[in-house]
């Protein structure tokens, strides 16, 4: 295989890296390390980005893998520790923030058959409002036969420091009517749109309405099965053990920034996540990584 193709690419006001290794193509906005596009020559993406996606600064950018962290959704629906570590958890952004801020490319790796890029944001140095502690991020993304997103959060100060987070991943799918997921047979899950009920998953999920859960207990591999498309999508992950399931169908649809009345049929979130029961809590100078690796292949 030859070398990897990487440029930088200006998309409004967000600096992108553009690279291109053997069949696959992959794009990354440097605000919030937020890989946009991901696709490999022959197949529809696998990760959504909005026909309606905006690129401006201080804005997460509708599709793709956000970054949430420090904390996951709603401040105020995460363990007292989590809330405890900010000044006013009323006012805090969901998803924690980081996603929308600019973050440092500390270099791009290229091995000849893989490509990786390394990106940090550093609490000391970009402070988050009401949030003052002080730790490191960073995510490399690795792109060989598969795509590889490693998030490490390290507690630099000198108090223990909880933390809640996903890879909110947008995955493109045929429609979403003609998808299910597979592995979650007998999780645990928060049905967040019943008062935040707890359940318990029978078989595949498939999706004919709003769907919004935390599931638990989470297996290291989880398939996204397309018949539409006939693909099933593997995420394995290592250091996570909750996933967050989310289709806005119909209604909420139409409520959500940059994106299109009719995209709920094109998208599916499976978000490798570190939430509810299964937050990280870091001693002073200890790390933490999740790590999510996917790949596609024909069903
Ligand atoms: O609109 P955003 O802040 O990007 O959040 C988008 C979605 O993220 C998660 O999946 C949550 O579980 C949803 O409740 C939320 O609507």
């Known amino acids: 295989m030859s070398q990897a193709q990487i440029e930088r690419v200006e998309l409004d006001q967000l600096t992108c890296w553009r690279v291109h290794l053997g069949d696959a193509e992959l794009l990354i906005a440097q605000q919030g390390a937020q890989v946009l596009h991901y696709q490999r020559a022959g197949q529809p993406p696998l990760i959504w980005l909005s026909e309606q996606a905006g690129y ?27 809330q405890a570590q900010h000044g006013n958890p009323a006012t805090a952004p969901a998803h924690g923030g980081v996603r929308g801020l600019d973050w440092q490319l500390q270099g791009i790796d290229n091995l000849g058959d893989a490509v990786e890029l390394l ?18 991020l960073q995510l490399r993304i690795r792109l060989d036969q598969r795509l590889q997103l490693q998030l490490t959060s390290r507690n630099l100060g000198d108090q223990p420091l909880a933390l809640s987070q996903a890879l909110h991943s947008y995955f493109a799918v045929s429609d979403i009517r003609q998808v299910s997921v597979e592995g979650l047979d007998g999780c645990r ?21 709003e769907t919004d859960r935390i599931y638990l207990d989470v297996p290291p591999r989880v398939t996204l099965h397309d018949t539409g498309w006939q693909r099933r999508i593997h995420l394995e992950a290592q250091d996570s053990r909750s996933a967050v399931l989310w289709n806005p169908w119909i209604d909420k649809a139409q409520r959500l920034s940059h994106f299109a009345d009719d995209a709920w049929q094109r998208m599916l979130c499976i978000e490798t996540a570190n939430v509810w029961d299964d937050c990280v809590e870091l001693a002073p100078g200890a790390s933490h990584s999740l790590t999510l690796s996917l790949w596609g292949e024909p069903a």
């Open 189 to 209: 899950y928060i049905e967040t749109l019943e008062d935040w009920q707890q359940r318990t998953q029978q078989g595949a999920l498939s999706f004919a309405g």
């Open 119 to 136: 990106f940090s944001f550093d609490s000391r140095q970009h402070a988050l409002p009401d949030w003052p502690h002080a730790a490191e």
């Open 56 to 82: 401006q600064h201080g804005q997460s950018v509708r599709g793709g893998v956000p970054v949430c962290w420090p904390w996951f959704g709603d401040l105020q629906r995460n363990p007292a520790a989590l």
